[in-house]
Nanobody, 124 residues
């Protein structure tokens, strides 16, 4: 049974930082592209960042580029997103997702597995 478990969310002030983690089990982690998405209240789920299987290719949403960094540790079956210079508009539930295969995509329906999400709230 595949499980993706996010952690690291919480309440932070504007300009602060958080590091989210997503621990994967029940799958061959290194065979999966990993992505982070987020959903704010009343909004559609949106792409945040993606990393390829080897960890050497990343893409970011324009809204987070330069502030967020995605990384992965295939030995630990974990993907991270370091979030700096947080803004109120970053407030959302953050989800990690896994896509089987090598195709790097920002499209949510293309992902096979999803975590339950972790809340990030940025207060002003």
């Amino acid at each position: 049974q595949v499980q993706l478990v996010e952690s690291g969310g919480g309440l932070v002030q504007v300009g602060g930082s958080l590091r989210l983690s997503c621990a994967a089990s029940g799958l061959t982690f290194s065979s999966h592209v990993m992505g982070w998405f987020r959903q704010a209240p009343g909004k559609e789920r949106e792409f945040v960042a993606v990393i390829n299987r080897g960890g050497d290719t990343t893409y970011y949403a324009d809204s987070v580029k330069g502030r967020f960094t995605i990384s992965r540790d295939n030995a630990e079956n974990t993907v991270y997103v370091q979030m700096n210079s947080l803004k109120p508009e970053d407030t959302a539930v953050y989800y990690c997702a896994a896509r089987t295969g090598s195709t790097v995509t920002i499209t949510a329906p293309m992902y096979n597995y999803w975590g339950q999400g972790t809340q990030v709230t940025v207060s002003s």
